[in-house]
């Protein structure tokens, strides 16, 4: 019953540097997203995958790329980090339209951009 | 879009009730959500309720819908110590495969 699980949960970058997060669910679901949290400001969607093959960006797409590579795992690519990107990222996953589960987070992914 | 707003700070004596209120834009919502973000983990989800409904509880807590203000709250009873968390909500609209998040509200109980 591991749910939804991202790696690394810390990471220390160089502006510039590049790196992929991790995501991936057990739960079978079709739906999977990224967000990334910033004080006072909540959640933000990134991108996010209504199925396997597809990808959609969301709210604010600018400087990340992601990839469905199946049906249980979706990862996040930072190319160039910046230190903009200093943030919580959160991968969730749910039913293709959610109903009274709503989404299942990730503990998060904490990531420095110096 | 739609556009979900709740205060970014509640402060609440241990043993109270607090009340976290949320409002949304989107009237044709079906789910709406309460989550909890404790220190350094991700949401859990605490509660749900269907559009149809006016209240629900559950132990101790109780969410009230208001549909014609397009307000929703969440009623925490004898509130915990280990209540201390972020309390997101979020609405699914008619059609739609996405959640809305607010941007959440800290509650802080005193001791």
């Known amino acids: 019953n591991a749910g939804v699980t991202q790696t690394p949960k810390f990471q220390v970058l160089k502006t510039g540097q590049s790196m992929t997060l991790q995501c991936a669910q057990d739960?079978?679901?079709?739906?999977m997203y990224w967000y990334r949290q910033d004080p006072g400001m909540g959640l933000r969607l990134i991108y996010y995958s209504a199925s396997e093959g597809t990808t959609d960006k969301g709210e604010v797409p600018n400087g990340y790329n992601v990839s469905r590579l199946n049906k249980r795992e979706f990862s996040l690519r930072l190319e160039s980090a910046a230190p903009s990107q200093t943030s919580v990222y959160f991968c969730a996953s749910s039913e293709a339209r959610p109903d009274r589960d709503g989404y299942t987070f990730g503990s998060g992914t904490r990531l420095t951009v110096v | 879009g739609e556009d979900v707003e709740q205060s970014l700070f509640l402060s609440v004596r241990e043993g109270d009730s607090s009340v976290i209120n949320c409002t949304y834009t989107?009237?044709?919502?079906?789910?709406l959500y309460w989550y909890k973000q404790e220190p350094g983990a991700g949401l859990q989800l605490l509660t749900y309720i269907f559009s149809n409904m006016d209240m629900k509880q559950d132990q101790r807590l109780t969410v009230l819908l208001n549909k014609k203000d397009k307000h929703l709250s969440l009623r925490i009873a004898d509130t915990q110590t280990g209540d201390s968390a972020i309390y997101f909500c979020a609405e699914r609209g008619t059609g739609a495969n996405n959640l809305f998040f607010g941007t959440g509200t800290r509650l802080t109980v005193i001791p």
């Open positions: 739960m079978n679901h079709n739906s």
């Open positions: 989107d009237s044709s919502s079906t789910y």
